[in-house]
Nanobody
Framework: QVQLVESGGGAAQPGGSLRLSCAAS????????MAWYRQLPGKERDLVAR???????LVDDSVNARFAISRDNANNYLYLQMNHLKNEDTGLYYC??????????????WGQGVQVTVSS
């Protein structure tokens, strides 16, 4: 059974950094695209960044140049490095599994999420 467990969230100050991790199990991690979504207060859950099975990345314009997605296929981990954090980055962040190796095929399973709070 697919399991996605996020960690690394918490509190940060504006301008600070956090690194989110997602431990994946129950499927052939290296054969699927992965992604990070986030749900800001009062908003829908939105796609933030995605990475193909081979490592091609695509980051949403709203966080581009501040956030970076990466993966460790040897250890079944997905990461989101978040730099230059802003108050408006506060929200719940979710790891997601793709439907195929491609980032264009959508995502079908999400973890339970991890809270990120940015404030001074």
């Amino acid at each position: 059974q697919v399991q996605l467990v996020e960690s690394g969230g918490g509190a940060a100050q504006p301008g600070g950094s956090l690194r989110l991790s997602c431990a994946a199990s129950g499927f052939a991690f290296n054969m699927y695209a992965m992604a990070w979504y986030r749900q800001l207060p009062g908003k829908e859950r939105d796609l933030v960044a995605r990475i193909s099975a081979q490592g091609t990345t695509l980051v949403d314009d709203s966080v581009n140049a501040r956030f970076a997605i990466s993966r460790d296929n040897a250890n079944n981990y997905l990461y989101l490095q978040m730099n230059h954090l802003k108050n408006e980055d506060t929200g719940l962040y979710y790891c997601a599994k793709g439907r195929s190796p491609s980032i264009s095929s959508g995502f079908d399973t999400w973890g339970q999420g991890v809270q990120v709070t940015v404030s001074s």
